[in-house]
Each structure stands twice: as C-alpha cells, then as structure tokens.
C-alpha cells in the first residue's frame, strides 16, 4: 500500500480500515525527515486501535542536537510504553520494540 500524504496530519485509522487491514499488523517501519516529525505522526498513529506486533522506529539519536529539540528518545519510549510495547533494542539510529501481546502468546 503507498499513500502520498502529511504523516503529521492523516487520520490513520480511516486509511488502515479504507484498505482492509487488520488489527494487528506483523511490522511497521517509522522514519521521517526532520525526525521531530517522527514523533508527531507516532502520535497520530496511536490514536487508533491498530497494534504492530514489531517496530522499528528511527530516533536518529546521534544526531539529536543539530535539531535544536532535545531528546526525541524518551517522549516516544514513553508512548510506546503507554501502547504497551517493549524496547528490546535501544540503537544510535533506532529503536526496536516489540508488542507485549507477543510475549504474552496472544499471537
């Protein structure tokens, strides 16, 4: 599926239910430019009932401070957290959860 669109500003959940996906999707991959937006359309995201059973989600965190923002890391650890998603790999560039409904066996 390809949308062109604002990743800050689409309702996910009309487009996700508009193109027959599921609940629980296997993997989504979040990466945007400049990575502020990142967060934004994480947030957005999370507005819906959709799950990801794995994400990996780009923090660009070695390069944080030519942005001017601060840390972009633990704004988004802590919605993933809320989301119930656990960090099981917290890299330079990116970090990788997986949903806790997979360690459950809710699969």
Not at 36 to 46: D, G, N, S, V, Y
Not at 62 to 81: I, W
């Amino acid at each position: 599926m390809f949308i062109l669109s604002d990743a800050t500003t689409i309702d996910y959940g009309e487009v996700l239910r508009a193109n027959n996906m599921p609940l629980v999707i296997d993997y989504l991959s979040m990466d945007l430019e400049p990575p502020p937006l990142t967060l934004k359309a994480l947030k957005r995201l999370f507005e819906t009932d959709y799950v990801f059973n794995f994400i990996t989600y780009e923090t660009d965190y070695y390069r944080e401070d030519k942005f001017g923002v601060g840390s972009l890391r633990k704004p988004s650890q802590e919605l993933f957290k809320n989301r119930g998603y656990i960090l099981i790999n917290e890299g330079r560039q990116d970090d990788y959860y997986i949903h806790s409904r997979i360690l459950n066996g809710a699969v």
